[in-house]
Structure formats: C-alpha cells, structure tokens
C-alpha cells in the first residue's frame, strides 16, 4: 500500500525566505512522486514530478524537490518566496500511471 | 489547447436529492479520474477509467456513487441521496496514454444542505 505524510499543515515563511514544504511517501514499489499547487478556487496544478530519472527534480515557478529513497522522502523548496506562492500544496505518490493517493496538504503564507 | 473542464462549478442541493457532476476531459486523453476533496482534508480517490477496460471503482465510499464514461469522452459522477458528508468539492482529472501526468479540472463543489 501506499501512504503520504505532508508535515505541517501551515507553514508562514517571509517573502524572500527559503520555503521548505516536506513530504514523506510509503510505497513498496517504485513510486511516481509529484507535487501540485491549488490556488484559491481553483484546481490542482502541476509543479513537478518524479518518474525514476534524475532525484533532483526542477518545476516551475523556481520550485524543485529532491528524491531521497533512504530517508523515503520528497521535500519541496524554493530559495526565496514571493508573495503570489501563497497557496496550498500538495504531495502525492502513484504507481506507475496508477491513481494518485495525496497527503492532506500544506497551506503556505507569505508575509511581505 | 483546452483543459479539463467540470460542470456546475457550483451545485447546492438537498439532502436526499441526487446530483449528477459533469467532467469534460482533455481531447484524446485515455484516462479519468474522479476525486473528493473535503473541507481542510486531503484528495481522495473514487474511481478511474482507462480506456475500454473495467473501471477501478476502488475508491467509491457507498453504493450511492457510482459514475459512467461513454468512450473515451465525457464522464458523469452521480450522487444518490445526497448526504450532508457528501458535501465536498469533486475534481477531475485526465491523463494521456502512456504519460503520469494527471491534468486536473477546477473542480464542482457540492454542498448538501
């Protein structure tokens, strides 16, 4: 089976701060990972993803995250916040093109 | 190109009532999948389709949901007597064959009152 542990249901960093969003996953196969960001009254949309090639993955919006099998976990950063990452984000793990199973997910503040 | 579309994007219904959700996948996307996103929880997954295989109807909470694909094209969600724990926002997603991206629509948010 396969879980997904967002630490943190808010995190407040100041704009220009380093963001750090963590996400541990279980899975007993290789798993998919991604990260998807949902802005108020929207839906999900994807930041990045990793498919079991390079462990450090680049998205968009100057977010990447880094595979890390031994310590089973996907953290996303950003070296420096900016007022329109306001959002909540979300881990999930799939197998293969398998359905997602997601953690609750991360409100991310930003103060000026 | 277009995205992923959902209708209503807003639905308020009674309890006991049924409700039927809309989603309009990205042309020539082979897979759908329906989940719910309840207040301050994560997304759950309810059901997936995959071409013309059987659907993976894992995810549905109740035999009051139940959902259909015609082809490779639209999908409707169907809620039957409406619960007021029903009362979430339902997304849907796409995804091309071959390919692990889920492309997500904005969502029908469905409240039972």
């Known amino acids: 089976a396969q879980s997904v542990t967002q630490l943190g249901s808010h995190v407040s960093v100041s704009e220009g701060a380093l963001v750090l969003l963590r996400c541990n996953y279980s899975?007993?196969?290789?798993?998919?990972l991604f990260w998807y960001v949902q802005y108020p009254n929207q839906g999900l949309q994807l930041l990045l993803k990793?498919?079991?090639?390079?462990?450090l993955v680049k998205g968009i919006n100057g977010f990447e995250a880094e595979f890390k099998k031994s310590e089973t976990s996907f953290h996303l950063t950003k070296p420096s916040a900016h007022m329109s990452d306001a959002a909540e984000y979300f881990c999930a793990v799939s197998h293969n093109t398998d359905k997602l199973i997601f953690g609750t997910g991360t409100r991310l503040q930003v103060f000026p | 190109g277009a995205g992923v579309s959902q209708s209503p994007s807003n639905k308020v219904t009674e309890k006991g009532k049924d409700v039927e959700l809309r989603c309009d996948p990205i042309?020539?996307?082979?897979?759908l999948y329906w989940y719910r996103q309840r207040l301050g929880q994560g997304l759950e997954f309810l059901i997936y389709f995959q071409g013309n295989s059987a659907p993976d109807k894992s995810g549905l909470p109740s035999d009051r949901f139940s959902a259909e694909r015609t082809g490779e094209s639209v999908s409707t969600l169907t809620i039957q007597r409406t619960q007021q724990e029903d009362s979430a926002v339902y997304l849907c997603?796409?995804?091309?064959?071959?390919?692990?991206?889920?492309?997500f629509g904005p969502g029908t948010r469905l409240l039972v009152l």
């Open positions: 997603a796409s995804r091309d064959r071959g390919r692990e991206t889920q492309y």
């Open positions: 899975s007993s196969v290789p798993p998919y």
């Open positions: 042309s020539g996307h082979t897979a």
């Open positions: 990793y498919t079991s090639a390079a462990t």
